[in-house]
């Protein structure tokens, strides 16, 4: 069961961290349709950027304040997995929160990041685990790098998604693993994601509500909870 569950739950995290590592842009100027100029996000350029990418994602996420809830579904070979995700991030602060069902096992992981700290929170238990380091090879650390600069912008196209036609724009994430992503747009909302990974493995993630308006003490270890270790 590890073998299998562990990996997904993997590519779950790194789908998510790839969203969160587009919101640490901090005080970016919008983007222009001036095709002479640079436009700057955080001293990285996005002219490598498709219009859409640029107007929508940067837009939403360049002050690196939200808080999202989304729908990730994930087949890898004879196995499927769907995740109901939540994350917000503002500062330094970022929490991921899986809740989900995979070959018939519930599963909840809730990770959060803050000032270079990794916390394994169990609210079942009322319990967490703290971390200097990430607990997985996954780049959970709580710092993200500007991945703007990494992406190659592939071209655009029209495809379907959640039973809907919709424009995207296609990136490619790492020219070592040829990993893919797809941004789909409903009008100027940015409606979802899919991201293919070098074996086949792709996963859809369905945006349900991007905001800036956080809960209140969501980004922090809930109080009266026991410190494990």
Do not use: W
Request: aromatic share 8%; charged share 20%; hydrophobic share 35%.
């Amino acid at each position: 069961m590890k073998k299998v569950v562990l990996p997904l739950l993997a590519l779950v995290l790194a789908g998510s961290l790839l969203l969160a590592g587009c919101g640490k842009q901090a005080n970016a100027p919008a983007p222009n349709n001036d095709t002479n100029s640079k436009v700057e996000q955080n001293n990285q350029s996005t002219e490598n950027l498709g219009p859409k990418f640029s107007k929508t994602v940067t837009d939403l996420m360049k002050n690196g304040k939200y808080f999202m809830r989304f729908q990730a579904e994930i087949n890898a070979g004879d196995h499927k997995m769907i995740n109901d995700i939540t994350m917000a991030q503002e500062n330094e602060s970022t929490i991921v929160i899986t809740e989900g069902a995979m070959l018939g096992h519930e599963i909840k992981t809730k990770i959060l990041m803050k000032n270079g700290t990794t916390y394994l929170i169990s609210d079942e238990n009322k319990t967490y685990s703290e971390f200097k380091a990430p607990p997985t090879d996954t780049n959970v650390s709580g710092k993200y790098p500007d991945n703007y600069k990494n992406l190659v912008f592939l071209g655009s196209g029209t495809g379907s998604i959640n039973g809907k036609s919709l424009p995207y724009e296609e990136y490619e994430l790492d020219k070592d693993t040829k990993a893919t992503a797809k941004y789909y747009f409903d009008g100027e909302k940015f409606y979802a994601l899919t991201v293919t990974s070098q074996d086949g493995s792709v996963m859809t993630m369905i945006i349900q509500e991007f905001s800036d308006t956080i809960p209140a003490d969501l980004l922090e270890v809930p109080s009266g909870y026991t410190k494990l270790g």
